[in-house]
């Protein structure tokens, strides 16, 4: 496994698989500027690296995230927090709307921006003695980095207003229950899981997982019309590619397809 440090994170390469790896760990891997800026650095490093299929998002040591490091609150004023929280967003929205599937390795605490961290990746697996919630309404703010729109959209308006009205947490369970989460797996157990998930995943066709997210993605803030429209549109530019013809013609030969992401 090939690994890179940076200042706040850690990139370990895996092929076909990308470990991102949240390393502040002394501060339960909170959520700086620096780590901001490094996040973007890896994502865009990473996207048109052929052999890189999946990401992994995880935290070192005993926690995921527990958000915003809130040393970097005291000396925001209005303008800068609202610059400060826009950053944060533009940087998650590239997750979601990332060319490959991104999986959340939630282990223990994902609170505040941690949260929004793992809420803007494809899938999130989480380890039993996981701990989620969005606290900021205790600090006398809200959340800042997608938690009020993403949460209602993956679990509903009322488990969301629940959820950052009364800033407790709810453990991984509870989480699974809502769909706030896909899975839940022992934490010894859980690196290997979101392997095997990703493993599984980079098998599949590149371009047909990265219009299958835009599709979804794109499609729930839209009208189903327009939504459908897009999957018509998709589906059908699907034809034009060779991996279309590779997955058809292994089915019909009855083997196992090669995809190449072209």
Do not use: H
């Not at 891997?29 to 620096?34: C, G, Q, R, T, Y």
């Not at 803030?221 to 013609?249: C, H, P, Q, V």
Request: hydrophobic share 45%.
């Amino acid at each position: 496994m090939e690994s890179q440090e940076y200042k706040t994170i850690k990139l370990a390469i895996e092929k076909p698989i990308a470990w991102i790896i949240l390393n502040r760990p002394d501060r339960l891997n909170a959520i700086n500027p620096d780590m901001v800026n490094e996040l973007n650095r890896v994502l865009n490093s990473l996207e048109d690296l052929e052999d890189i299929r999946v990401l992994i998002i995880t935290g070192e040591g005993k926690a995921f995230s527990a958000g915003a490091d809130i040393n970097t609150f005291t000396t925001l004023t209005p303008f800068k927090a609202m610059l400060f929280s826009k950053r944060i967003q533009e940087a998650f929205n590239k997750i979601m709307l990332y060319a490959k599937p991104v999986i959340a390795a939630i282990n223990g605490y994902a609170l505040g921006g941690g949260l929004e961290l793992a809420m803007s990746c494809d899938i999130r697996i989480a380890s039993e003695n996981a701990q989620l919630g969005q606290p900021e309404i205790n600090l006398g703010i809200i959340p800042g980095a997608g938690g009020t729109q993403r949460l209602q959209r993956l679990a509903n308006r009322g488990a969301a207003k629940m959820i950052i009205f009364n800033g407790e947490r709810i453990n991984a369970q509870e989480a699974l229950r809502i769909g706030l989460v896909d899975e839940v797996v022992p934490l010894e157990k859980l690196k290997e899981e979101a392997k095997s998930v990703a493993l599984k995943l980079a098998e599949k066709s590149p371009l047909a997982l990265m219009s299958a997210k835009y599709s979804i993605e794109l499609g729930a803030e839209s009208n189903i019309w327009s939504g459908l429209a897009l999957e018509a549109s998709l589906f059908g530019l699907m034809f034009s590619t060779k991996d279309a013809s590779e997955g058809i013609n292994a089915f019909l030969q009855k083997r196992k397809p090669e995809f190449k992401g072209i």
